[in-house]
């Protein structure tokens, strides 16, 4: 069975009733970290930090340096991306060293202008180039107009396979 972490924007609320949720049935839930926002989300999982988790899968415990030398970045701005990651609870540490304790990740969120329904859907996959049509999703989410109903789900079931 795969480890897979689901990262996701979800309010206060949301990480509340699915931790009831799993104290009333008592069964273990999937495990989840929640972002207050896109913005949050997308500001704490840069491309650099991608890269480290992508290094990280599968390695086991890593020193930072090793984790510096196989993402080939100065120990330095490794340093800063790592302890953001350990800051949210991607990555955990112990006397070993840094270890990602996934196997893959699934990334989900929706985004909503102030009205209801949304009027596009994007669904991305870890197996498909984060480009939609001719243009990569950062510049896609940087030319949302907010005045516009959008839902965007970001879907990636298998990220580092």
């Given at each position: 069975?795969?480890?897979?972490?689901?990262i996701?924007?979800?309010?206060?609320e949301e990480?509340?009733a699915?931790f009831m949720?799993?104290?009333?049935t008592?069964?273990r839930?999937?495990?989840f970290?929640?972002?207050?926002?896109e913005r949050?989300?997308?500001?704490?999982?840069t491309p650099?930090?991608?890269?480290?988790?992508?290094?990280?899968?599968?390695?086991?415990?890593?020193?930072l340096r090793?984790?510096?030398?196989?993402?080939?970045?100065?120990?330095r701005g490794?340093?800063?991306?790592?302890?953001?990651?350990?800051?949210?609870?991607?990555?955990?540490r112990?006397?070993?060293?840094f270890?990602?304790?996934?196997?893959?990740?699934?990334?989900?969120?929706v985004?909503r202008?102030?009205?209801?329904?949304?009027?596009?859907?994007?669904?991305?996959?870890?197996?498909?180039?984060?480009?939609v049509?001719?243009?990569?999703l950062?510049q896609?989410l940087?030319?949302?107009?907010?005045?516009?109903n959008?839902?965007?789900s970001?879907?990636?079931p298998?990220?580092?396979?």
């Open positions: 069975m795969t480890n897979t972490v689901t996701g924007v979800a309010s206060r990480i509340n699915r949720r799993a104290m009333t008592g069964k839930t999937a495990p970290i929640g972002f207050a926002d949050a989300l997308w500001s704490t999982l650099l930090r991608w890269d480290i988790l992508k290094a990280m899968t599968g390695a086991g415990p890593l020193e090793e984790i510096a030398r196989r993402v080939g970045r100065d120990v490794v340093h800063t991306s790592v302890h953001a990651l350990l800051a949210v609870g991607l990555i955990e112990d006397e070993a060293g270890r990602f304790p996934y196997d893959a990740v699934h990334v989900d969120f985004l202008a102030a009205c209801s329904t949304p009027i596009l859907s994007v669904s991305l996959f870890a197996d498909v180039p984060m480009i049509g001719r243009m990569p950062d896609l940087s030319k949302i107009n907010t005045d516009n959008i839902e965007i970001v879907n990636q298998n990220l580092f396979a």
